[in-house]
């Protein structure tokens, strides 16, 4: 019963979004956004995640490309945890970058 509860909780890439690696803080708001399709980012952090969760280089996020410039420009949409990211690994969503 707790294992489908965790279940529902972890956050997996839905249609536009791609995971990836944070490479680079860039300051104002900003990082520079490894993803696994191959391309590099500058993202985002909007302001609902700004002061509520910090970013450091070598986190897991979730990146929504924008509508136009996607190979460039996209949002982080959610960091994940330790925990969320073997649970990726064990799903096989976090290719190797």
Same mark, same amino acid.
């Given at each position: 019963m707790v294992e489908e509860r965790e279940e529902k909780e972890l956050r997996v890439p839905m249609e536009g979004e791609v995971i990836g690696i944070v490479v680079q803080l860039l300051g104002y708001d900003r990082v520079k956004v490894k993803c696994a399709d191959g391309k590099v980012r500058v993202c985002r952090i909007p302001g609902r995640m700004k002061k509520k969760v910090w970013l450091r280089e070598g986190d897991y996020v979730l990146v929504a490309p924008w509508d136009f410039q996607s %190979?460039?420009?996209? %949002? =982080? =949409?959610? /960091?994940?945890? /330790? %925990? @969320?990211? *073997? *649970?990726? @690994?064990a799903r096989g969503l976090i290719p190797s970058f």
């Open positions: %190979d460039q420009r996209g %949002d =982080v =949409v959610w /960091r994940y945890s /330790r %925990d @969320e990211i *073997k *649970k990726l @690994e």
